[in-house]
């Protein structure tokens, strides 16, 4: 005999279910459109690119979760499809990187300096690079599009009934919730410790996972309003941004390097890293953390 909680259970993963496929239908069809633009032209713009990019993290995501539960067929699918969009997403965000950098050196340029021209002239470079990048992600768009494997796995995906996999799919997202929160706060434990940049980046990456799990999921809106978390990821992901562009600058040769503009921003970099570690020390960063893995995990 089921009980209320059963009852309970059942309901939950039959709005959840319906949630997460229609989220996945949407996101297919948002990513395979993109794509098919990207492989007529390389001329996507910074902006377009980075919603790609985040467009293609949600996709996979929501592909983890549902492969195993389509058959055969839809396993095969979805592990291609999660290889080529791994390769993808990961060319995308170097492109992206780019675009940032050279964002980057065009601000506090320095008027009539040494490094005023060799700013302009390392920001031509990354253009430059970055320009071939967008050619290259053009070229892969258009095997990605030709070989309909994001098509394939949606169509798999809409033909799938509404009763016969609600608990399988629960069970599925419990389990990738678990896993998520428990990474997420190992990843908070160890940037408390020693808040390198290896590690902001992990712990960046994982409650970013964990937040987009609800979205696919189970949590509305207002449960996934988290201030002090959304202020810290932001901080942490303009903190990489800037390491990025000095490890950039550090491998340019002396003579074209700008000098005092890179020490100004070392001293930035170093300001910005003691903001986040002084906020990784707040009780509002764990509290939200453990509120956004009762919500997943609900």
């Known amino acids: 005999m089921r009980t209320a909680g059963d ?18 239908l949407v996101l297919g069809d948002g990513v395979e459109r993109m794509l098919r633009e990207l492989a007529r032209s390389s ?4 902006g377009e690119l ?31 499809l999660l290889l080529d969009l791994g390769s993808f997403t990961r060319a995308c965000g170097k492109v992206r990187d780019l675009d940032v950098a050279a ?25 430059s690079d970055a320009s071939r990048g967008r050619r290259t992600l053009s070229r892969v768009a258009r095997i990605l599009v030709g070989e309909s ?26 389990r990738t919730a678990s896993r998520l929160c428990t990474q997420a706060r190992t990843a908070l434990r160890r940037a408390q ?38 202020r ?13 562009l000095l490890v950039g600058g550090s491998r340019l040769p002396t003579a074209r390097a700008p000098t005092g503009w890179l020490i100004a921003r070392r001293n930035d970099c170093r ?10 020390g707040r009780r509002t960063i764990e509290a939200e953390l453990s509120r956004l893995d009762s919500t997943v995990q609900a």
């Open 7 to 24: 009852r309970h259970r059942s309901s939950g993963s039959r709005r959840s279910a319906a949630l997460a496929r229609s989220q996945f």
């Open 43 to 46: 001329a996507i713009r910074p």
């Open 50 to 80: 980075h919603r790609l990019h985040r467009s293609l993290r949600r996709l996979r995501l929501c592909a983890r979760t549902w492969r195993e539960l389509i058959g055969p067929d839809g396993r095969a699918l979805g592990r291609a």
């Open 103 to 127: 964002a980057l050196t065009s601000r506090s340029i320095p008027r009539r300096t040494p490094d005023s021209e060799k700013l302009a002239a390392w920001r031509k470079s990354l253009r």
């Open 149 to 174: 494997r994001i098509r394939g796995l949606t169509a798999l995906v809409r033909r799938i009934g509404s009763t016969s996999l609600e608990s399988r799919w629960f069970d599925s997202f419990t």
């Open 193 to 230: 410790r020693n808040p390198t940049m290896g590690r902001l980046h992990d712990l960046r990456r994982r409650v970013r996972s964990l937040r987009l799990l609800g979205e696919l999921g189970i949590a509305s809106s207002s449960a996934l309003s988290l201030p002090a978390l959304r």
């Open 232 to 244: 810290l990821l932001a901080s942490i992901g303009e903190f990489r941004d800037l390491q990025l």
């Open 271 to 280: 300001r910005f890293q003691q903001k986040i570690a002084d906020r990784l």
